[in-house]
């Protein structure tokens, strides 16, 4: 397994560690579930295929959350990964593998990262409570109404989805010659619904780098409710705040609605 090893570090680098089981390899990876756990993806070798799978972790309660897969919202996360990016479960040792394979060395991290997202999916969407936020549900007007002022009614659509067929909303849409935008809005009264906030935008950001190529998407950006700063600062939120913090680019870019017009100047 020497060679997975080094391929996964030269991938990830010291980022992502790994535990050697012999025949296995546990990946511990910097992808933080809504409950503050690292996912882990486990590699095995069998003959000429490289087989990435969640080790059991989800159906045993190790993420401590409980999946309720006849839910519409999970059958739509399942059926986004298994059809979009091939994930297949399987049954063993009472209980359900989650999984991907394949034959080529180099592609092992691309799987890594797939079922990595696959879990914090599932795991974080698990320990969101789906009911309204009223802060939130404010937030977003005022911030709607802050890009009808600036930019008019027509530049972008809002709260919808990427297309009939990936269903996931945002908040904002723009779509031009250039290519594609998509905007999040994230508040909450509390830092439990701050950090479900925080958590459902990176998911549904996550779930649609697949598509970046198909659709053309050019950017993504998260606009930040910071008008009460203790929220943010607390121990519930500050795990996601700082990991879209540190993890921000020209492509994925973070404003705080205290520098708006930052936010405005730079889409």
């Known amino acids: 397994m020497d060679k997975v090893f080094e391929t ?26 809504m409950n ?36 519409l919202v999970f059958k739509k996360i399942a059926a986004f990964y298994f059809d979009e ?20 060395l180099e592609l ?15 795991v974080s969407s698990s320990n969101i409570k789906f009911t309204a936020d009223r802060e939130e549900i404010t937030f977003r007007k005022y911030a709607r109404g802050f890009m009808i002022r600036e930019f008019g009614n027509e530049r972008f659509e809002y709260d919808k989805p ?36 925080l958590c459902r935008s990176n998911t549904n950001f996550q779930m ?19 008008r009460n700063i203790s929220v943010i600062n607390s121990p519930q939120v500050q795990t996601y705040y700082n990991y879209l913090m540190d993890n921000r680019t020209e492509e994925n870019g973070v404003f705080l609605w205290s520098q708006r017009n930052n936010f405005a100047n730079a889409i």
């Open 8 to 33: 996964i570090t030269t991938a990830y680098q010291s980022l992502w560690q790994i535990k050697d089981y012999g025949k296995t390899l546990e990946i511990v990876t910097p992808v933080a579930t």
């Open 36 to 71: 503050n756990m690292f996912v882990s993806v486990f590699i095995t070798k069998r003959g000429d295929d490289y087989i990435a799978t969640d080790g059991g972790w989800i159906d045993a309660g190790m993420y401590e959350c409980e999946v309720e897969w006849k839910a």
């Open 85 to 104: 990016l091939n994930i297949m479960k399987t049954e063993a040792k009472s209980r359900t593998f989650y999984y991907k394979r394949i034959n080529k």
């Open 108 to 122: 092992l991290p691309n799987i890594v990262f797939d079922l990595a997202n696959f879990i914090n999916a599932i």
């Open 162 to 197: 990427l297309s009939e067929n990936y269903p996931i909303k945002f908040n904002a849409i723009e779509r031009n010659k250039d290519g594609v935008k998509l905007i999040n809005f994230v508040s909450g009264s509390n830092s439990s619904y701050y950090a479900n906030s």
């Open 208 to 226: 649609v780098i697949p598509l970046h190529q198909a659709f053309n998407i050019k950017r993504t950006i998260t606009l930040l409710d910071d």
